[in-house]
């Protein structure tokens, strides 16, 4: 199974970078996922990592260590939308086929003017 | 594409009333999930079809929970009896085998009383 670690809250000020780290052990890995879910709404897709190394996309970046079992989500000029929880996610591949997804319980950030 | 659509938006009902969920995947996605979110747990995978077979339901609370997916543009999650510990967000999601995330439908709000 797997077991996925993420600070419950931060806090950061608007135009500021932010780092929201996750640790997980699982027994399959095949990629880790982070997510956006504003509060109401479906979770969507910001970015994903298989290789370690990091990977840019816009103002928001993510990390990867598979062999310390860690990734960071980096989020740059903060900006008051940004405010909502980032879940991290790790994909197994199943014998069965496809591939399945398990979520961390997200790390709710809010942006201060 | 109308994304993923999931019906109803909201839902309440009494207690030991059956409750049926419904998901329509992204056209040519081949593996579907369900998933559900409340505060305290976060997002738990339910269950996951992969071309319309039931890949992995050990997520499945209990025997009152059932799910189906008759074909590849249609899936039902119901619950019978319902309880009030049932209530949460229930999300449906979709993806392309061996894709890099999932698409999240906007979710159905369960509240059982």
């Known amino acids: 199974g797997q077991n996925i670690d993420q600070p419950t809250e931060m806090t950061a000020t608007e135009g500021a970078i932010v780092q929201i780290n996750c640790t997980y052990q699982?027994?399959?890995?095949?990629?880790l996922f982070w997510y956006q879910q504003h509060a109401g709404e479906a979770p969507t897709f910001l970015s994903y990592?298989?290789?370690?190394g990091l990977e840019e996309k816009g103002r928001f970046s993510s990390f990867l260590s598979r062999s310390k079992g860690y990734s960071y989500l980096l989020l740059k000029e903060l900006q008051m939308k940004d405010s909502a929880s980032y879940l991290c996610a790790v994909r197994d591949t199943l014998t069965g086929g496809g591939n399945k997804l398990t979520f961390g319980t997200g790390t709710q950030l809010k942006v201060e003017l | 594409d109308a994304g993923v659509i999931q019906s109803p938006r909201h839902e309440v009902t009494e207690m030991g009333q059956e409750v049926t969920l419904r998901c329509k995947p992204i056209?040519?996605?081949?593996?579907l999930f369900w998933y559900r979110q409340t505060m305290m747990r976060g997002l738990e995978l339910l269950i996951y079809?992969?071309?319309?077979?039931?890949?992995?339901d050990s997520g499945m609370p209990e025997d009152r929970f059932s799910a189906k997916m008759p074909n590849a543009s249609f899936s039902t999650l119901k619950i019978q009896p319902s309880e009030p510990r049932d209530s949460a967000v229930y999300f449906c999601a979709s993806s392309p085998q061996d894709s890099a995330g999932y698409t999240f439908g906007s979710g159905t709000r369960l509240t059982v009383v």
């Open positions: 079809f992969n071309n319309n077979v039931p890949i992995d």
């Open positions: 699982t027994s399959g890995f095949n990629g």
């Open positions: 990592n298989v290789l370690d």
């Open positions: 056209s040519g996605h081949n593996s």
